[in-house]
């Protein structure tokens, strides 16, 4: 196997290896490992992507997530509110590579689907978020729910990821609300979120790479 190739196995077996490890500890409530590990994970998939060719929005995206993961470690609503800025930041990202290479056109109804589940969630979820919380959380979810419909445009993969960071910032909107929650939440909330960002980057690096022989040659000297 050439160097070029090794490189980045190395660094998506690394990264199976982080995840594996950070939801085990998360089962076996590892506070310290989970607190070391979870850091680590999106730093990982951006080398991965950046020894793949991927353009420099998406290692943007995934280091912005680097930093809400560690702003969310520390507790405490104001560093709640950076870490939501830091994910923001991230879909923004996103958004810009969709808007770049996105080909497919959303179907009608797929759309208002995502806009009929951002309303009805928060409007659920209005009455039990802190006051200070609810105006944030509804403008980061419209964001949020705007980079899941522009996935879906990238195709089938990318889709499934921004359907995942849905669901896991979901999962999170309902502790905050003190809805019910499901056993070990932070398991369940990690690995959706682990997933749709394995997903979306995947999907754009597929994207990039079919994208890449129909671009124009630069013209000779």
């Known amino acids: ?5 090794a490189l980045p196995r190395c660094f998506t077996v690394l990264f199976a290896l982080l995840v594996a490890v950070h ?13 070391l590990t979870k850091p680590a994970l999106m730093p990982v998939l951006a080398a991965y992507a950046a020894l793949r060719g991927a353009p420099r929005p998406l290692v943007a995206a995934l280091l912005c997530g680097c930093g809400g ?12 509110l950076a870490g ?7 879909h923004l990202c996103y958004l810009t590579l969709f808007a770049r290479s996105g080909r497919r056109r959303t179907v009608p109804w797929v759309a208002y689907g995502y806009g009929a589940v951002w309303l009805g969630s928060t409007a659920a979820l209005w009455s039990g978020l802190d006051a200070g919380l609810r105006v944030p959380v509804a403008a980061y979810s ?26 896991s910032d979901g999962l999170i909107a309902a502790g905050l609300a ?12 990690m690995a959706t979120y682990i997933a749709a960002q394995y997903l979306l980057t ?6 990039t790479a079919r994208e890449a022989p129909l671009r124009p040659l630069p013209a000779a000297a």
């Not at 196997?1 to 190739?5: C, D, L, T």
């Not at 003190?178 to 909330?189: E, G, N, R, S």
């Open 1 to 5: 196997m050439s160097a070029p190739r």
């Open 23 to 35: 939801l085990g500890a998360l089962l076996a409530d590892a506070t310290t490992l989970v607190q």
């Open 69 to 80: 993961d560690v702003l969310l470690q520390l507790g405490g609503e104001t560093a709640f």
């Open 84 to 90: 939501m800025g830091c994910f923001a930041a991230g």
């Open 142 to 167: 419209l964001l949020l729910t705007a980079m899941a419909l522009g996935a879906l445009r990238t195709g089938v993969r990318a889709g499934l990821g921004g359907a995942l960071f849905l669901l």
């Open 178 to 189: 003190d809805w019910p929650q499901l056993p070990v939440p932070q398991f369940w909330i």
């Open 202 to 207: 995947t999907g754009l690096l597929r994207q």
